[in-house]
T-cell receptor, first 116, second 111 residues
């Protein structure tokens, strides 16, 4: 069955370290998204991609970067981790090459990141 | 900053009752609206979307949209304890580039 996976599921790191969170989907979806979820803030969009070599900044992109070299993967990199980046990170994907009003986003299981 | 507002709850209803979840949004140009359910410690899952004014029914769930009032709601009939979760309202922005999520309403259904 097609799916979307994230790794690692839990990560503890130290302030200033570079961290990369992996997202891999086998749906063959063009659109991929990264969100963070914090108590009191809900889900906030970090970066998104509509296809290979396409990346776009979301609402809270500072301190994060992504690259899209193939359809299946969209890794999220924290260049220099900060305590404010402690959060649960969700990757999502959807089918079409451009947003469609009825498009369904499928979410991965999430990565819980703690920055000490 | 475009916003999506939801009461955080918790909303408590007895088993078998109707649960009513509400959401307002600020972007008048928004065209598509989504309801996601999220169990504690799990990822969000889509339960309904709506883009036309009026009601849309799917099983025990009914989404209602009123674009003039910038209001979207979700009704859950015959609520079950398994419906206990956080319900996230999401609105597609006018540019069609991103979903804006509300903070979610926690629903508790007691047996």
């Amino acid at each position: 069955d097609a799916e979307i996976t994230q790794s690692p599921r839990h990560k503890i790191t130290e302030t200033g370290r570079q961290v990369t969170l992996a997202c891999h989907q086998t749906w063959n979806h063009n659109n991929m998204f990264w969100y963070r979820q914090d108590l009191g803030h809900g889900l906030r969009l970090i970066h998104y991609s509509y296809g290979v070599q396409d990346t776009n900044k979301g609402e809270v992109s500072d301190g994060y970067s992504v690259s899209r070299s193939n359809t299946e993967d969209l890794p999220l990199t924290l260049e220099s981790a900060a305590s404010s980046q402690t959060s649960v990170y969700f990757c999502a994907s959807s089918e079409t090459g451009a947003w469609v009003s009825t498009d369904t986003q499928y979410f991965g299981p999430g990565t819980r990141l703690t920055v000490l | 900053q475009k916003e999506v507002e939801q009461n955080s709850g918790p909303l408590s209803v007895p088993e078998g009752a109707i649960a009513s979840l509400n959401c307002t949004y600020s972007d008048r140009g928004s065209q598509s609206f989504f309801w996601y359910r999220q169990y504690s410690g799990k990822s969000p899952e889509l339960i309904m979307f709506i883009y036309s004014n009026g009601d849309k029914e799917d099983g025990r769930f009914t989404a209602q949209l009123n674009k003039a009032s910038q209001y979207v709601s979700l009704l859950i009939r015959d609520s079950q304890p398994s419906d206990s979760a956080t319900y996230l309202c999401a609105v597609l922005n006018q540019a069609g580039t991103a979903l804006i999520f509300g903070k979610g309403t926690t629903l508790s259904v007691s047996s």
